[in-house]
C-alpha cells in the first residue's frame, strides 16, 4: 500500500454543556419547524451577501472524496429568468398534460401546484444547483465519487441557511433540465440539480395546509 497524502490538523471543536445543546438543537428545531415551500414571492430586492452567505453555508457540506461536486449558479437578471421561465412551463406542461400519470398529479393537488411558474420570474434571485458528474483536472476527466448524494446534503445545507436568513424557498425539478445547462452556459461535465427561487414571501402569502410526520413514524431507536 503505497504512502497515503494526508496531513491531518487539529480539530476546532469546545465540547459544550448538555444544556447548552438542548437550548440549541430546540432553537434550531424551532426554527426550522417554520420552513415552508413558498410559491408567491415578493419582488422586493434581498441583499446579495445573504444569498453569498447561504452558499458559503452550503459549501461546507460533506462530500465524498471531499470533491465537492456542486456548483450554485446565481441569476438575477430579469431577461434570464424570463427565458428560464418559459422554458421551464414548456417542459411542465408537457408533463402535465401527457408525461405524469394521473396518480401522481393526483398527489400533487395538495400542493396547489400547476405548469404555469410566475415565481422563477418574481422571485429576485434564482439559484440553479449543478452536480459536477466528473472533474477535470488539466483537460482530463476525474472520477467523482458519491456526487449526487453529496450535492443533496449541500443542498439540505443552502436550504436551512437560506431560511435561517429569513428567506423563502421553493425546490423545482423541470423535467428534463437540460434547458438549464444551455440557458446558462455551463460545462458538458455539469447535470442541473435543482432550480431554486428565493425572496421573501409576497404579503398575505398562503402555503398548503399540510402536516409532518411525527417524530415516531421517520424515527427508528435500536437500543
Known sequence: MGELDYTPVPLEYERPAVEQSFAAARTFLELMRRRRTVRHFSSDPVPLELIRDAIEVAGTAPSGAHQQPWTFVVV?????KGRLRAAAEKEERASYEGRMSPEWIAALRRLGTDWPKPHIEDAPYVIVVFEQTYGVV??????????RESVGIAVGFLLAALHASGLATLTHTPSP??????????????????????????????????????????MVHLP
Open 76 to 80: 438575477s437578471d430579469p431577461g434570464l
Open 138 to 147: 488539466d483537460g482530463e476527466k476525474v472520477k467523482h465519487y458519491y456526487a
Open 177 to 218: 433540465m437540460g434547458f438549464l445547462r444551455d440557458e446558462l452556459g455551463r460545462p458538458a461535465n455539469e447535470r442541473a440539480f435543482v432550480l431554486i427561487p428565493v425572496g421573501y414571501p409576497v404579503d398575505g402569502c398562503l402555503v398548503p395546509d399540510l402536516e409532518r410526520k411525527p417524530l415516531d413514524e421517520i
